[in-house]
C-alpha cells in the first residue's frame, strides 16, 4: 500500500521544483524572444554590413545593441527643434490616414501618458465594477475629467481597468473621486495580481492603515 504522507511529500516537492524553474524558463524565454526579435532586425542591414559577416562568426543579441543605438539617435533627434518639426509633419501625414491614424494615435497617447513623468498609472485604487458590491483594482490616469466635473457639479476621476491576464487592454471608466478608494499596493504588485488572476497577490501593508471605503 502507498503511504499517503510519502506521497504527499512528494507532490510537495514536485510543487516546489515547478515554482523554482517555472518564473526561470518563462524569463529565459521571454529573453531568448526579445533577443530573437532584436537579432532579425539585423537581417534589414545589407549582408556585407551584417556582423556575421564582419567579424566571421554570429553574436547573438548584436541586434539589442543595435535597437539601443537607433532609440538614443532617435531620442537625440527629436528633442531638438528640427527633430520636432519632423515629428510633428510625420504625425500630420499619418493622421490624414483614416485607420491609421486610430492605431497610431492610440498607441502614441498610451506610450505618452505610461512613460511620462505625470502620475498616470502611478496610483492603484480600487472602485465598485461592474456593479455596486464588485470591486476591480484600477490605474488614476485622470485626477479630474474637466468637462464631466462641470457637467455633473461632482469631480469626476479616470480610471483605466485592466483585463487579466492581459493588462494592455481594459475599460476606463468616469467614477466620482469620492468612490474612488486609493490602494497602499505598488504598481507593480498590482500588474503581478492581474496578470496571474490573483494567484500572486501583494503582501499586506505595513503602514497599519485600511482603506477608506465609501459610504
Known amino acids: 500500500m502507498n503511504n499517503p504522507k510519502r506521497t504527499w511529500s512528494v507532490r510537495r516537492y514536485l510543487v516546489a521544483g515547478v515554482l523554482v524553474w517555472l518564473p526561470i524558463l518563462a524569463t529565459l524565454w521571454v529573453i531568448s524572444f526579445i533577443v530573437g526579435l532584436m537579432d532579425s532586425i539585423l537581417l534589414w542591414l545589407p549582408e556585407r554590413s551584417q556582423p556575421e559577416h564582419l567579424i ?3 553574436v547573438p543579441g548584436f541586434g539589442i ?3 539601443l543605438v537607433v532609440l538614443l539617435l532617435t531620442g537625440l533627434l527629436v528633442t531638438n527643434l528640427i527633430g520636432r518639426r519632423l515629428v510633428q509633419y510625420w504625425d500630420g501625414i499619418i493622421r490624414r490616414i483614416p485607420l491609421v491614424r ?3 494615435g492610440g498607441v502614441k497617447s498610451f506610450a ?3 512613460f511620462s513623468t505625470s502620475n498616470s498609472f502611478r496610483k492603484v485604487v480600487m472602485i465598485q465594477y461592474p456593479r455596486a458590491g464588485v470591486w476591480s483594482i484600477g490605474f488614476v490616469t485622470a485626477e479630474d475629467v474637466a468637462e464631466l466635473t462641470e457637467k455633473t457639479g461632482v469631480r469626476h ?3 483605466y481597468i485592466p483585463t487579466t491576464p492581459n493588462p494592455t487592454s481594459g475599460f476606463i471608466v ?3 473621486a469620492t468612490e474612488v478608494v486609493e490602494l497602499a499596493m505598488s504598481v507593480d504588485s498590482a500588474m503581478k495580481m492581474i496578470i496571474t488572476c490573483g494567484v500572486v497577490m501583494p503582501a499586506p ?3 497599519g492603515s485600511r482603506p477608506r471605503l465609501p459610504a
Open 157 to 159: 476621476s479616470c480610471v
Open 205 to 207: 501593508s505595513t503602514t
Open 174 to 176: 468616469m467614477v466620482p
Open 56 to 58: 566571421g562568426f554570429r
Open 65 to 67: 545593441v543595435i535597437a
Open 112 to 114: 505618452e501618458s505610461v
Open 102 to 104: 486610430s492605431v497610431h
